[in-house]
């Protein structure tokens, strides 16, 4: 099934069995290797914020696919953008995107975008601005890399589960809030709500009071759970939580209440240190699998007994971000 030249903004723009397709290319290119793809693809990362895996694995697989990715950091290496129209532009920023994301797509043959929160009004934040300016401008496919959904995570870890379960339809997703010392993005826990039920299984969200994803997000999931056959239930208890779970992933996210403002949230997420991933609560399970994103503070999100141990992912999650991305971009380039 050809997917050619579309955006890969979230995976919500895909049907399951698309994204299956995807999947099974991935798995076949694990497996066997894979092929350059005659348009020798060129791609612009824009990197707004940090990176480790999703950087490193982009750039390699432009390579693999016989192409070239060129790293652009807005702010440093990149004149810093604005993306707001119609304002006087006497502030840092040098550059529209309107003007930036028209000029790459004349370079490049898609356009990645990293480009988080800026922490400061949810309302606001929750539009994404930018990666739907240069989605409007560029021309070109563009490729979200993390703003406020991680859809390339999304593939590396459906890839992961169809790994080690065979079978999602009908499994028990857990996906449980764990303490951090700073309130982050909930990106991560937006995808996995999104890509568990999209993928027909049973999703179950722990986390203490208050701390509910965006009901835009929460509205998607149901509507992916009735469409594929699972369901959707929100629970403070971790006993209920964990009770015969066949899945844990576990997430850091803030409070959207307080949104922007971590320190007066800090109060109201201190008393939660125990949602820690632990090897007690594990043993509720359904002797389940367990992983993360990346990067994970351990002994604070998920001890190191249960980090070490055979039934972690962790680290065959992150090899698979390349394969899901490499497949992915074979799709919709090739």
């Known amino acids: 099934m050809p997917l050619p030249r579309r955006s890969f903004l979230t995976t919500q723009d895909f049907t399951r069995r698309e994204l299956e ?7 076949s290119q694990k497996k066997s290797g894979w092929k350059a793809l005659k348009s020798k ?3 612009a990362l824009l990197f707004f914020n940090p990176s480790l895996r999703t950087r490193s694995s982009f750039e390699l697989a432009a390579f693999q696919l016989g192409g070239h990715a060129t790293t652009l950091q807005p702010g440093k290496d990149a004149w810093p953008m604005e993306v707001r129209e119609g304002v006087p532009m006497d502030g840092e920023a040098e550059e529209h995107v309107k003007d930036a994301a028209r000029v790459l797509g004349r370079f490049f043959d898609a356009v990645c975008v990293r480009c988080f929160p800026k922490f400061q009004d949810w309302a606001t934040d929750r539009q994404d601005a930018m990666l739907h300016a240069v989605a409007r401008y560029a021309g070109v496919p563009v490729v979200n890399m993390e703003t406020i959904v991680h859809p390339c995570q999304e593939l590396a870890l459906a890839l992961t589960m169809k790994e080690k379960m065979k079978k999602t339809d009908g499994k028990k997703f857990l996906l449980t809030w764990t303490f951090h010392p700073k309130g982050l993005n909930t990106a991560v826990a937006n995808s996995a709500a999104l890509i568990s039920t ?28 009735r469409a594929n056959g699972g369901s959707v239930e929100v629970t403070d208890s971790i006993e209920k939580g964990y009770a015969g779970a066949d899945f844990v992933y576990c997430k850091s996210w803030g409070n959207l209440a307080y949104f922007g403002k971590w320190e007066e949230e800090k109060k109201v997420r201190e008393p939660y240190r125990h949602f820690i991933v632990d090897a007690e609560k594990m043993r509720r399970t359904n002797d389940a699998w ?9 002994n604070v999100k998920m001890t190191d007994e249960v980090a070490d141990s055979k039934k972690c992912l962790i680290i065959d999650e992150a090899e698979n971000r390349l394969h899901g991305q490499r497949a992915m971009l074979t799709h919709i380039l090739g």
């Open 41 to 43: 693809p060129k791609l």
């Open 21 to 27: 397709v995807i999947l099974a290319t991935a798995a």
């Open 198 to 225: 999209k993928m027909g299984m049973n999703l179950t969200i722990l986390r203490p009071p208050g701390y509910d994803l965006d009901p835009m997000f929460m509205d998607q999931a149901r509507e992916n759970a």
């Open 290 to 298: 367990v992983s993360h994103c990346l990067p994970m503070r351990r």
